[in-house]
C-alpha cells in the first residue's frame, strides 16, 4: 500500500505560540506532499505544494512566513504554524505522490488544530 | 480557473443504490477522482477514472463520465450504514500539479 501518517492527530495550543505538524510517507518516498486545509463542512483547500529539496509553492492568499513548509527527505514534509491565532483552527491534511508522473496522491489522516 | 461542483446531501435506504453526481468545468482533465471522508478522518481514494474511459466498476462502485457533458456520477450499489460519509469529487489537469476538490456531498443512509 501506500500510507501516509501525520502527527499529531490533534493539537491544541495557545494564541501566540507555533505548532508543528508532520507528514510522513511510510512505505514510499513522495517527492512532492501537498498540505490542505479543511474548515468544517467545507471542501480541501490546497495551501501549497512542497518538492523534496526545493522551496514549497504557496497558493495565492496563503502567507509563506505564517505557515513554513519544510520538505527535507523524501519521506518528511513539516508544516510550521507560526504565531498562531484562533482563525487558524482548522483541520490540516497532507497527501504525498510518488513522482511527478503518478496520478495518485495519497492522503493523510489530518490534523485538528486548535489555537485557543 | 477550474471548478468542481456537488450536490450537498444525499439520503438513501439501506440496501438501495446511491448515485452521487459531479460536474467540471475543466476541459482538460486527465483523471478524475472520488474520495471518502469519514468524521474527523482524512480521505480515502475510493477509485478514479481516467478522461478517455466513460465507466469503471470497482465491486459496488460504478463511475461514469460524460466527458462531453462534464459529468461525472459516483453509484454505490447495496448501500451500506458504513458507506455513510462525504464523498468528494476531484480532478486533475493535463498540465496542473494540484488536485480541484468539490465541496463534498454528505451521504447519509438509513437502516
Known amino acids: 500500500g501506500a500510507v501516509v501518517s501525520q502527527h499529531p492527530s490533534r493539537v491544541i495550543c495557545k494564541s501566540g505560540t507555533s505548532v508543528k505538524i508532520e507528514c510522513r510517507s511510510l512505505?514510499?518516498?513522495?517527492?512532492?506532499m501537498f498540505w490542505y486545509r479543511q474548515f468544517p463542512k467545507q471542501s480541501l483547500m490546497l495551501m501549497a505544494t512542497s518538492n523534496e529539496g526545493s522551496k514549497a509553492t504557496y497558493e495565492q492568499g496563503v502567507e509563506k512566513d505564517k505557515f513554513l513548509i519544510n520538505h527535507a527527505s523524501l519521506t518528511l514534509s513539516t508544516l510550521t504554524v507560526t504565531s498562531a491565532h484562533p482563525e487558524d483552527s482548522s483541520f490540516y491534511i497532507c497527501s504525498a505522490r510518488r513522482n511527478r508522473d503518478s496520478n495518485q496522491q495519497y492522503f493523510g489522516p489530518g490534523t485538528r488544530l486548535t489555537v485557543t | 480557473g477550474e471548478d468542481v461542483e456537488q450536490s450537498l446531501f444525499l439520503s438513501v435506504r439501506e440496501g438501495d443504490s446511491s448515485v452521487i453526481n459531479c460536474t467540471y468545468t475543466d476541459s482538460s482533465s486527465t483523471y478524475l477522482y472520488w474520495y471518502k471522508q469519514e468524521p474527523g478522518a482524512g480521505l480515502q481514494l475510493l477509485t478514479y477514472?481516467?478522461?478517455?474511459?466513460d465507466m469503471k466498476q470497482d465491486q459496488r462502485l460504478t463511475v461514469l463520465l460524460n466527458k462531453k457533458d462534464k459529468h461525472l456520477s459516483l453509484r454505490i450499489a447495496d448501500t451500506q450504514t458504513g458507506d455513510s460519509a462525504i464523498y468528494f469529487c476531484?480532478?486533475?489537469?493535463?498540465?496542473?500539479?494540484?488536485?480541484?476538490f468539490g465541496a463534498g456531498t454528505i451521504l447519509r443512509v438509513k437502516s
Open positions: 512505505d514510499f518516498q513522495a517527492t512532492t
Open positions: 476531484a480532478e486533475i489537469g493535463e498540465y496542473g500539479n494540484k488536485l480541484v
Open positions: 477514472i481516467f478522461s478517455n474511459m
